[in-house]
């Protein structure tokens, strides 16, 4: 069964804002493994990419947790092809096939909400609910998310 995040952005995302954003996901990452949700570097093996530039994550291909790299960077970089766009933003996509590294990438995708607000669209393919836990560690942990929800009109 498929499950994919989309999420439009800018191309070039604020350095101070960018800093919030992965100072937040820091905080939240215990969380992940307390809860079992292991993440892998963006081949599926080794550890997650975590800086200053960017967040490049997978699930761990060892325990068969692995799909497509989630990467949020500060800077989009196209060397291969034309990106889609809508609005003036552009289009961002990981299918993670609803493994447990997706409760991750939802997280850093409403702790990125919080600070981009207008400058940021995030949006899947399955219902709400799919939202719920990523949810609930934002607002426990760092105070805010419970009032995120996902735009409906995405194409993807």
């Known amino acids: 069964m498929g499950y994919t995040l ?20 820091k905080k939240i990452l215990p969380e992940f493994a307390q809860k079992g949700v292991i993440l892998a570097g ?3 093996s080794g550890l997650p990419m975590i800086n200053e530039y960017g967040v490049s994550f997978n699930g761990s291909c060892e325990s068969g947790g692995c799909c497509e790299t989630f ?6 970089i196209f060397p291969y092809r034309e990106p889609s766009q809508r609005n003036g933003k552009f289009l961002q996509y990981a299918k993670t096939e609803g493994l447990q ?5 939802a997280a850093l995708l409403i702790i990125a909400k919080q600070y981009l607000k207008n400058q940021i669209t995030v949006s899947s393919d399955k219902p709400l609910s799919n939202w719920d ?8 942990i760092l105070g ?3 009032e995120f929800v ?3 009109d995405l194409e993807a």
């Open 144 to 146: 805010y998310g419970s």
């Open 6 to 25: 989309y999420w439009y952005r800018e191309k070039s995302i604020d350095q101070e804002k960018y800093s919030m954003i992965l100072r937040d996901f």
């Open 101 to 105: 590294y997706s409760l991750a990438a």
């Open 150 to 152: 996902p735009e409906k």
């Open 133 to 140: 836990e990523p949810r609930d560690w934002c607002q426990r």
């Open 71 to 76: 990467s949020f960077v500060q800077e989009l």
């Open 42 to 44: 963006p081949d599926g």
